[in-house]
């Protein structure tokens, strides 16, 4: 076999697999059609640290959540990767959502979040004076982190490791073969290659069902529903008003957590993500600038220092979910195939978020999986 294991996306799941792997017998590759590293979903999100409040009891989300943010915590103070504790505010703005906001705060300790507490009006307006809320529930140790410079430190760990990082080629078919796989590759030029590998991680990301089918695994719990996320920049000075991420009490059964605020270490400030269903698996980008409309009228009950021409259209990012609407929602898939004769294939689908929070927790998941 020319490899071990081989890796299919380095996004921030297949940098932190193949990070973990360091030292493991036998050459690791990182196969990436981008240029780079972190070109996709890893570099189009919120990069919150989440508390791992809202997933069900017993779920992947919620144990690799929870043992993620610890564990990426751990990781930064190691590496000097930038981040802030800015703290987490889900805030009520009617007496009538506080029942709604106990709820929530018995799920999370339940799911082992211990930090999360009740915090009445003058507290929140000590921590955010220009928010309006008349209680809120606070999860102090909830962050931000700089997630390319995570990504960049994972890269450099897992080539001083021993992996092989192959960018600008594209995984094209995958065929089993005895004892392991054969990769079919091609790379920026058009120009065809294969090897063979004993093991493969499919990190795929929003591509990661596609992979699989190249395996004959065509199971319907597997098919990828793309949803968008949009965001908001907030100007005119405006991106001071906010110290902390602020979301409003979510609508049960919502696909995202409503829209609401995300800090960045820069000091800037934006207002999402939305929830858009491609119902055509098209990987649209854009942001649609009339949505500025719905944005400004979801939170100026909470921002009312904000007026509409504050906002501007920023990025998007794209949502793997499992599910499409109306669907119950998902867990992780992260499946060794054995029991469909695919020993040492690894199948990551559905990583959206809690994704860059768990990315180190689902790495040593997947080498445990692997047996490595
Ligand atoms: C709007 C939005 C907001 C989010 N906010 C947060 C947040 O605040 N906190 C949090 O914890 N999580 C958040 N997430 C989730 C998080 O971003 C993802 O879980 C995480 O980035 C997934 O990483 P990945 O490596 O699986 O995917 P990706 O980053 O998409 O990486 C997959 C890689 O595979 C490569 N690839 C695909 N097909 C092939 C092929 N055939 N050959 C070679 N390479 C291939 C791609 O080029 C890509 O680089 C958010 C997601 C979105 C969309």
């Known amino acids: 076999m020319d490899a071990e294991v081989t890796i299919i996306g380095a996004g921030v799941i297949g940098l932190a ?8 017998k036998g050459p ?3 196969i990436e059609r981008n240029r780079t590293f972190g070109q996709e979903t890893s570099s189009r999100n919120s990069e919150v640290i989440h508390s791992g409040i ?8 919620g144990k690799l959540c929870l043992e993620g943010k610890k564990k990426i915590y751990a990781y930064c103070n190691k590496n000097d990767i930038p981040y802030r504790k800015c703290g987490k505010l889900i805030i009520a703005t009617k007496s009538s959502e506080k029942p709604h906001l106990l709820e929530i705060l018995k799920r999370s300790r339940s799911n082992g979040v211990t930090d999360g507490r009740i915090i009445e009006q003058d507290e929140v307006n000590e921590l955010e004076p220009y928010v309006k809320a008349t209680i809120a529930l606070y999860f102090p140790t909830s962050g931000i982190i700089d997630s390319h410079r995570l990504m960049k430190q994972l890269e450099a760990e897992s080539v001083i490791g021993g992996s092989q990082m192959v960018y600008g080629a594209e995984v094209i078919g995958i065929e089993k073969i005895k004892n392991g796989y054969r990769v079919d590759l091609i790379d920026a030029d058009k120009q065809k290659f294969n090897f063979s590998t004993k093991m ?22 597997y098919r990828v529903y793309y949803w968008k996320g949009e965001y908001f920049g ?7 008003y906010v110290n902390s991420l602020v979301y409003p009490v979510p609508e049960r059964n919502t696909v995202g957590l409503g829209i609401h605020t995300t800090v960045d270490l820069g000091g800037g400030l934006k207002l999402g993500p939305n929830a858009i269903w491609l119902a055509d698996d098209n990987l649209d980008l854009k942001v649609d ?6 944005f400004y009228n979801t939170v100026k009950h909470f921002l009312p220092f904000l007026e509409l021409d504050d906002l ?5 990012g794209i949502r793997t979910k499992l599910q499409k609407p109306g669907d119950p929602v998902r867990d992780f898939i992260i499946n060794e195939e054995s029991n469909r004769n695919m020993p040492g294939l690894v199948n990551l689908l559905g990583i959206e978020s809690p994704g860059l929070t768990a990315s180190l927790s689902i790495a040593d998941y997947v080498k445990g999986l692997l047996k490595l």
């Open 28 to 30: 690791v590759f990182v």
């Open 289 to 294: 600038p009339t949505n500025s409309v719905v």
């Open 312 to 316: 501007t259209p920023d990025q998007a």
């Open 234 to 240: 907030v100007g005119n000075g405006k991106n001071k």
């Open 200 to 221: 493969i991680v499919n990190a795929a990301g929003l591509n990661a069902g596609k992979i699989a089918g190249y395996l004959e695994i065509n199971d319907p719990d």
């Open 54 to 61: 809202y997933y069900p009891y017993g779920s992947l989300k």
């Open 17 to 24: 697999v193949s990070a973990a792997l360091s030292g493991c």
